[in-house]
């Protein structure tokens, strides 16, 4: 397959940015003094020719000066290494400097000339002893400096992206540790494949864990961490009921600038419809215990009740999106699905805080009214890797930080399934695919029959992924994967009456109209959403035939599942917590 636009990955997009931008402001500066020069020579009535010469000389000194802006970049974007970088800044900067003071030498004995070559390096040495030694070495000294400071202060980027910001490794570290030593950061709970009987929650620790652990019990035993979270072994006296070991494993890909050990625990054996509360932590060698605050979680009903969840995609850490989530979690949703786009580090292992970041606004953000944490479902997005149809290696936190499956420990983190299905009583099922960001469309066509086919009893059938089958743009480096998806996955979606496709990437809204094949049909397949949690576009909106609804609007879907009478209600929200579009439908 040839080689598309698909095929850079973000870091070297943003590289390939910078660069051009370097170069239109070199070029900027180039016109400008070879202007400067064409004028200053026509002004004295020397030729147009002579002019341009002195012109083209000036443009070619600044081009020579501007160069370091390109070594720079490059190692800003780890192309190369900040050392080699201040070396190669200093190199280029004194050679362009001396060629600027370069006076032709005033020969004694014209036996001495030998060549151009020869003439021009003593040209050099004159124009340096003609400036004067101590303003040499002042020059040499800043350049050294100087590309010292810019090289070293500017390795190593994080390019994070809704909202834009940008941070190097100096400027990482001058702020302390993400996730402190004597802490417990980054808790999260993860919906495995049935919410009914099972939950996985997951944590964060700079500190190394000798045994990582969760207690979990049907009431709060809050009141036993009042003295504090950090405990001596010997101290401490386990009120929880139950407990269970987690494990942990070590983010080699962060280590250089802070150390960082995730855990995760996989807690079965759970009643349906139950309120339980827990905490996690981990053990230390130093004997100390360390604990995360108490939250409150409940398990999935198995009876028919009714239940809710919340869908959207495209998060980020806009503040747009802090107030959509705030409207969602005050609907009490049981879980949430997010398609994909979650923390935006695009492929960048420099960007692991704005992963911290969009986990600290998860926990202080879903607590509902009642005080439940809410577990989570997710797809991959083109921006938690380098693009799409990106390696795994690409993919820097996504696989590592959020487990969907139990019995995951002997499974490397990075290789953990982009697919997996979710029960929620006994009349749901949901399955989650990847939209081609590692794996191939075609590929998971075998995956998703098995999975529906063995779930074809149940009413309600929901999908979550990243791209969309039935968008209300176009992209044209998106169209190969959406026509994909459309063809192998929508033959697959008829045959088992999908209720409905949570789809994403878009940063817009649209709700279709029941399809199938691409047409009307009363007992076809919903498609909603398009992806704008927290993030918008100005993209074309286009009015396909098959669309109900579209619009540029920052949303939240909340889903209302009713499987005594089997019917589907769906209400999408806007930051300002209004209803502005509805849909139901009762199933036969």
Known sequence: MS??????????????????????????????????????????????KDG???????????????????????????????????????????SGFMNIMKRSPDYKNDLKFKGKIDNYFRSLINGLSKFGKRNSILVFLAFLIGSFISSFMMYDLCIGIHPFRVSSRYSRKSLGESCPSGEICNFILTVPENLSN???????????????????????????????LVINVENFKNPYNFSVNGTYFEMDNIRQEEQRYVSWADISSLSS??????????????????????RKFRTAPSDGTPYNFITGGDMGMT?????????????????????????????????????????????????????????????????????WKSSRGSVQFYTSYLPFQLGLQNIAPNDRPLQHSHTIGNETIIIVMDSW?????????????????????????????????????????????????????????????????????YHLYKRSKQLINGSEHPNGTLYIGDGSWGVETTMKLRDYDYLE??????????????????TINIETINVDNEVFDSWERKLK
Not at 55 to 80: C, D, H, K, R
Not at 273 to 292: D, N, P, R
């Open 437 to 505: 960001v590692v794996d191939q469309i075609p590929d998971q066509v075998s995956w998703m029959e098995q999975v529906l086919s063995d779930n074809n009893n149940k009413t309600f059938k929901f999908a979550l992924y990243h791209i969309a089958l039935y968008p209300c743009t176009k992209i044209s480096m998106d169209v190969e994967i959406s026509s994909l998806a459309k063809e192998f996955w929508g033959p697959v979606f008829d045959k088992y009456n999908l209720t409905v496709g949570y789809e994403n990437h």
């Open 319 to 387: 503040g747009t999106g802090e107030s959509l989530s705030i409207n969602a979690a005050m609907v009490e949703p049981l879980f949430v699905m997010l398609g994909g786009d979650v923390a935006y580090d695009s492929g960048f292992d420099s960007c692991y805080r704005c992963w911290d970041e969009w986990f600290n606004r998860w926990d202080t953000t879903f607590i509902t009214p009642s005080g439940f944490s809410l577990p989570i479902i997710t797809t991959i997005g083109n921006h938690e890797a380098a693009g």
């Open 52 to 94: 341009a010469r002195y012109g083209g000389y000036l443009a070619w000194e600044v081009f020579w000066v501007g160069t370091p802006l390109f070594v720079l970049m490059a190692s800003a974007f780890n192309q190369i290494h900040w050392a080699l970088a201040w070396v190669l800044m200093v190199i280029i900067l004194q």
């Open 3 to 48: 080689a598309t636009f698909n095929d850079i990955s973000f870091r070297h997009l943003f590289f390939l940015a910078s660069l051009g931008i370097c170069l239109a402001i070199i070029v900027a500066v180039m016109i400008g003094f070879f202007l400067y020069g064409f004028i200053k020579y026509t002004k004295r009535g020397l030729s147009k």
């Open 198 to 228: 099972s939950i996985i929650v997951g944590w964060h620790s700079n500190d190394e864990p000798i045994l990582a652990f969760a207690y979990y019990d049907t009431m709060s035993h809050s009141d036993y961490f009042k003295d504090g």
């Open 549 to 566: 609804v579209y619009g540029r609007i920052q949303h939240v879907i909340h889903s209302m599942v009713n499987s005594h009478n089997s």
């Open 273 to 294: 419809s139950t309120v339980y509360y827990i905490v996690v932590g981990i053990e230390t060698s130093s004997g100390k215990l360390i604990f995360y605050p108490e």
